[in-house]
């Protein structure tokens, strides 16, 4: 009877003791989990073709090398690129990328981030230095946020006026109207779509944003994007029709 009840005994579940450490490796288990999902969901993420039916890329030197075809096939319609940073900058991957481009038939602009800190004609003129004039280029971009390392900050009637000399010297050179690319916190300051009519180019990682008084033309949705065939970052957009 007693080697019955033994037997018994001894089949029995052990019982798991949770514990506080226990408790915390579940979760990190299970957050990583999240984390690898979203991390993957993050890098093939694009807006619906439904509502965005034409989306392209930006490239800067940091993108690396670049297979076009193959960017090409993963839905990119069009290309921006790097080309100026404020007076004196110049993106060192904007020649390759241009004659990229170029040799395969990718539509193509030029973007120029604006500084703070130097003029409106010295920035124009090394944009134009830069950017050959050519009628198939898609409208120039001047990028408007706090990311360069400036200081400055002019009131804003004093920025409208400097950026609009800008934008008249490199409009007279790619003789089309330029797109103005302003982040949140640079039009909460400003209120640049308020005080300059160009159609406008906003930021928003997978959300569609709102933070301009006025409809804009073009969203960077994600900077999360990756690309077979492109070696490093780079940022995805979506054309509103």
């Not at 280029?137 to 920025?159: I, K, Q, S, Y």
């Not at 916190?185 to 906003?202: K, P, Q």
Request: one cysteine or more; glycine letters at 8%; proline letters at 5%.
């Amino acid at each position: 009877m007693s080697t019955g009840t033994q037997r018994v005994q001894t089949g029995k579940r052990r019982r798991i003791k949770v514990t506080p450490l226990r408790i915390f490796i579940l979760l990190l288990v299970v957050g990583g989990g999240l984390a690898a999902g979203f991390f993957t969901l993050a890098r093939s993420w694009t807006p619906s073709r439904d509502y965005f039916p034409v989306q392209g890329l930006t490239l800067s030197a940091q993108s690396g090398a670049i297979n076009w075809r193959m960017a090409q096939a993963a839905g990119a319609d069009f290309v921006y690129l790097r080309a100026t940073d404020g007076a004196g900058s110049r993106d060192a991957g904007f020649d390759d990328y241009l004659a990229g481009a170029l040799a395969n038939d990718m539509r193509h602009g030029a973007i120029h981030r604006y500084d703070l800190c130097n003029s409106a004609s010295d920035q124009a003129t090394r944009f134009i230095a830069t950017v050959p004039r050519d009628p198939q280029m898609l409208p120039p971009v001047v990028e408007m946020g706090f990311d360069l390392p400036c200081a400055d900050r002019p009131n804003r009637d004093t920025l409208l006026a400097e950026l609009n000399t800008f934008l008249n010297q490199i409009e007279t050179h790619a003789a089309k109207p330029a797109v103005i690319r302003t982040s949140r916190e640079f039009e909460a300051a400003y209120d640049v779509a308020g005080g300059i009519n160009r159609s406008l180019w906003v930021d928003g990682e997978f959300l569609v944003p709102d933070y301009t008084t006025r409809p804009w033309t073009m969203w960077t949705a994600s900077t999360w994007k990756r690309v077979d065939g492109i070696e490093g970052p780079i940022d995805w957009n979506a054309v509103r029709q």
